[in-house]
């Protein structure tokens, strides 16, 4: 390869890069718009979003995104569950 091959290579390089640092910067903007939006008042629980936006933002770099997925949707499922099971039993 020449010098203008390389230095056309070198720059698509920087400029894929570029790209996939603005879209994983908008990834990251959505996660927290979906942990925290930006619409609900404190009083509709805003205290504690913000408490699950900072578990998020620390628990997306250590386990990583697929993993804390799989995580966050078993959580999600037992909450539901313990939401039925306290509810039927607020009806016996």
């Known amino acids: 390869m020449n010098r203008e091959a390389l230095a056309r290579r070198k720059s698509l390089l920087v ?3 570029h790209l996939h ?3 994983a910067r908008m990834a990251w903007h959505d996660v927290g718009q979906v ?3 930006p619409h ?3 009083a509709q629980g805003g205290h504690v979003r913000s408490i699950a936006a900072t578990l ?3 628990a997306v770099p250590v386990f990583g995104m697929s993993r804390l997925g799989r995580v966050m949707r ?3 499922i037992g909450m539901m569950v313990m939401r039925v099971v306290r509810s039927l039993r607020s009806r016996l």
């Open 74 to 76: 078993t959580i999600s």
């Open 15 to 17: 400029a894929q890069s």
């Open 35 to 37: 942990v925290s939006p």
């Open 40 to 42: 609900l008042a404190p």
């Open 56 to 58: 998020v933002a620390i």
């Open 21 to 23: 640092r603005l879209q």
